[in-house]
């Protein structure tokens, strides 16, 4: 049984979808102005896994991750490029897919971009205004009352009264209350890109996209909704507030058996990524986009440095843990190149049993990944094919160890030392020392690859080679 933690509800819950024949996932997407960073890495891959475990559990998941393609930052952006906004968006909605690919993430079933749902969205904010729960103010845009919508604050367990006291409340003197937030702009006289609406020109607000798109898509409710910890205040809880404002809905109950209302019966957040130590900041110049990142590092080495960690857990991203995920990663990639998987293995085993009951227990791949280790240790002890392919086979249910070994253990050409070609034509002349007892030119080739951080394993069938 599938069990995970509800951010609603503060609790594990057994996993029980609306709709066993049609489980749904939206996940919050990236907002397309810039390159991807690390944090959007983490949400990519952590969902994936999500994703990849449901569907190797057997339910029939629809992924659905949305793509911000209008907001304040896009527009500010394509203005001091001079471009066009749907210039900027599409030039990086194609860096954003080569970046996740490169990662292992597959693509969800639909991206769907707010600038194709800006009718939707329309039509949720007229429901919305004839519900009671927003209004038009005298600049023009339209605004959500909070005060409407007594259940606020339920996801992340802020009260009213705390909001209204506290640091996080924009000044606006167009707004009823401090804490009512705008779900229409109207459209600034600078302003090029804009849509007609009954409040005249303008463009929604950032928080409205989701609860359209996930209503367009999934209908009223719906299973899981996901997304970074960062967005648990405010945009997912404003999310319910709109779409439970606009048409209802009870999904599950809390701690205490109390009713909630949401129309996702299932709120997960992955945990925020700090760089050594501390928050990731562009004015603290350890901002790190994915691109950075992968000049340096494989990719899957990445995908492996996120998923060691519990997806929940804060993450510490740092030259020395990625070190050490690399070292980590060829452990189990050397098990497999000196062990070639059976193809007709039984996968009946106690090793199996163990992956599935640390996945089932909320996505638990740091548990899942220790077993990896375990069946590396004993196949390199007993160079048992079958658990080889066992080792492959879970390995790969959560997107590792699906390359061949020695490409991965070669590294390709990341590196600012030697190439792949440079190497074997030292280890080819080493081979031409030896054969000519030059002992000398041989030790010193040996040197010069070794300081490349070049390891060399001399066998019966030759010289391999890795990269340290």
């Known amino acids: 049984m599938l069990n995970l933690y509800n951010t609603l509800t503060r609790q594990k819950e057994p996993f029980s979808p609306i709709n066993p024949e049609n489980v749904r996932m939206y996940v919050c997407g990236m907002t397309v102005y810039d390159y991807c960073h690390l944090g959007h890495a983490r949400v990519m891959v952590v969902f994936d896994m999500i994703a990849r475990w449901l569907r190797a559990r057997g339910y029939p998941l629809t992924y659905v991750r949305n793509i911000t393609d209008i907001d304040d930052k896009i527009i500010a952006r394509a203005a001091e490029n001079g471009e066009t906004i749907g210039a900027l968006t599409a030039r990086f909605i194609q860096a954003m897919h080569e970046d996740a690919a490169a990662l292992g993430v597959l693509r969800p079933d639909a991206e769907p971009k707010a600038t194709e749902h800006v009718g939707q969205m329309i039509a949720m904010i007229e429901r919305l205004i004839a519900n009671g729960k927003a209004y038009t103010a005298d600049n023009g845009d339209v605004y959500y009352a909070v005060r409407e919508f007594p259940e606020y604050g339920q996801l992340s367990g802020k009260s009213l009264d705390d909001l209204r006291a506290g640091e996080r409340v924009e000044v606006d003197g167009f707004k009823r209350d401090p804490l009512d937030f705008v779900l229409w702009k109207a459209a600034k006289p600078n302003e090029a890109d804009f849509w007609e609406s009954p409040w005249g020109k303008g463009r929604p607000g950032w928080h409205i996209e989701c609860s359209a798109m996930g209503e367009e898509l999934f209908g009223d409710v719906f299973d899981i909704h996901g997304g970074g910890a960062d967005l648990q205040f405010p945009h997912h809880e404003n999310e319910i507030a709109q779409s439970v404002g606009a048409h209802g809905g009870v999904c599950g109950h809390d701690h205490a058996g109390k009713p909630v209302a949401s129309h996702v019966k299932y709120w997960l957040h992955n945990?925020?990524?700090?760089?050594?130590?501390?928050?990731?900041?562009?004015?603290?110049?350890?901002?790190?986009?994915?691109?950075?990142?992968?000049?340096?590092?494989?990719?899957?080495?990445?995908?492996?440095?996120?998923?060691?960690a519990h997806y929940r857990s804060p993450l510490n991203y740092s030259d020395a843990h990625l070190d050490d995920a690399k070292g980590a990663l060829t452990r189990l990639y050397t098990a497999l190149k000196n062990t070639m998987p059976s193809e007709n293995a039984d996968l009946d085993n106690d090793y199996v049993a163990r992956f599935?009951?640390?996945?089932?227990?909320?996505?638990?791949?740091?548990?899942?990944?220790?077993?990896?280790?375990?069946?590396?240790?004993?196949?390199?002890?007993?160079?048992?094919?079958?658990?080889?392919?066992?080792?492959?086979?879970?390995?790969?249910?959560?997107?590792?160890?699906?390359?061949?070994?020695?490409?991965?253990?070669?590294?390709?050409?990341?590196?600012?030392?030697?190439?792949?070609?440079?190497?074997?034509?030292?280890?080819?002349?080493?081979?031409?020392a030896r054969a000519d007892k030059n002992w000398a030119e041989s030790d010193r080739i040996r040197d010069v690859l070794t300081a490349a951080n070049i390891i060399l394993e001399d066998g019966a069938g030759g010289t391999t080679w890795r990269r340290g």
Request: charged share 30%.
């Open 271 to 308: 945990g925020f990524i700090r760089v050594d130590g501390e928050k990731m900041s562009k004015s603290l110049g350890n901002f790190f986009t994915i691109r950075d990142v992968l000049k340096q590092y494989d990719a899957e080495i990445v995908r492996f440095f996120i998923l060691r």
């Open 356 to 432: 599935n009951a640390a996945m089932d227990d909320d996505f638990d791949t740091v548990q899942a990944v220790a077993v990896l280790f375990e069946l590396a240790n004993e196949v390199n002890k007993t160079r048992n094919a079958d658990l080889a392919a066992c080792l492959k086979h879970l390995g790969g249910i959560i997107g590792l160890l699906q390359r061949e070994p020695q490409e991965f253990l070669q590294g390709g050409n990341v590196s600012d030392g030697l190439s792949n070609e440079e190497i074997e034509a030292l280890i080819e002349a080493r081979k031409q």
